[in-house]
């Protein structure tokens, strides 16, 4: 079983739709859990950290389930610019005590008109 | 905004050349990496480096590469001989501290292409 993984879509939508994605890890030892959002050959920038409580900015919510061993993002009023890839990213993924933060594959969003 | 900064944006070589890849951290940022990801495909964790000394790499990571902080400023990747599998685009990042919740600073990029 893969470290992090992540179904690479797309998840094609239109504009205004809530959208969701999932991402599951293999080590129950993982410690933090991040959601990233990459543009096109740009770098990853941080969209935001998942808490245990759960966490809410503006149209993004981050959940995560420690029994099931997964994260989830769900995008609210999707816009044009949403559009890019989602990261999730786990530290502490790899088995033998690494805390490096590992990305899972990314899933594919694009918002249409 | 701080920012991690990398030079060059592209970087064209041949088969079995040295590269050098640089990149400027956060000025007061203790921890930095470097990731790379093949074209379509996921970002690799590299190597990472603290208090002057790799603290952790990974399989990719072999003998062809090495990482140096030359001055207080810079951080580099030198890939010694490079293969045509090493085309891909290398990130550099840094965060302030080893902490759970820190999160990572990325560059733009070196986008290498081995011919």
């Known amino acids: 079983r893969k470290e992090v993984e992540q179904d690479p879509g797309p998840f094609n939508v239109p504009e205004g739709a809530t959208v969701a994605f999932n991402c599951t890890y293999s080590?129950?030892?993982?410690?933090?859990f991040f959601w990233y959002r990459q543009d096109c050959r740009k770098e990853p920038k941080l969209l935001m950290s998942?808490?245990?409580s759960g966490n809410e900015d503006g149209r993004f919510t981050a959940q995560l389930n420690r029994a099931s061993q997964y994260i989830s993002l769900l995008i609210r009023d999707s816009k044009l610019s949403d559009s890019a890839t989602y990261l999730c990213?786990?530290?502490?993924?790899?088995?033998?005590?690494?805390?490096?933060?590992?990305f899972g594959r990314g899933t594919s969003l694009i918002v249409h008109p | 905004e701080p920012e991690v900064t990398q030079t060059p944006s592209h970087q064209v070589t041949q088969m079995g050349q040295e590269v050098i890849l640089r990149c400027v951290p956060i000025s007061n940022h203790l921890y930095f990496y470097w990731y790379r990801q093949i074209l379509g495909q996921k970002v690799e964790f590299l190597v990472s480096?603290?208090?002057?000394?790799?603290?952790?790499k990974s399989e990719i990571f072999d003998d062809q590469f090495s990482v140096e902080r030359p001055d207080g400023s810079n951080f580099t990747l030198k890939i010694r001989s490079t293969k045509l599998e090493d085309s891909a685009m290398y990130f550099c990042?840094?965060?302030?501290?080893?902490?759970?919740?820190?999160?990572?600073?990325f560059g733009s990029g070196t986008q290498l292409s081995v011919l």
């Open positions: 990213v786990v530290k502490g993924a790899q088995t033998g005590g690494s805390y490096i933060p590992t």
């Open positions: 080590n129950s030892a993982s410690q933090s």
């Open positions: 480096f603290y208090n002057n000394e790799i603290s952790e």
């Open positions: 990042a840094s965060s302030e501290t080893w902490d759970m919740g820190e999160k990572l600073f």
């Open positions: 998942v808490y245990s």
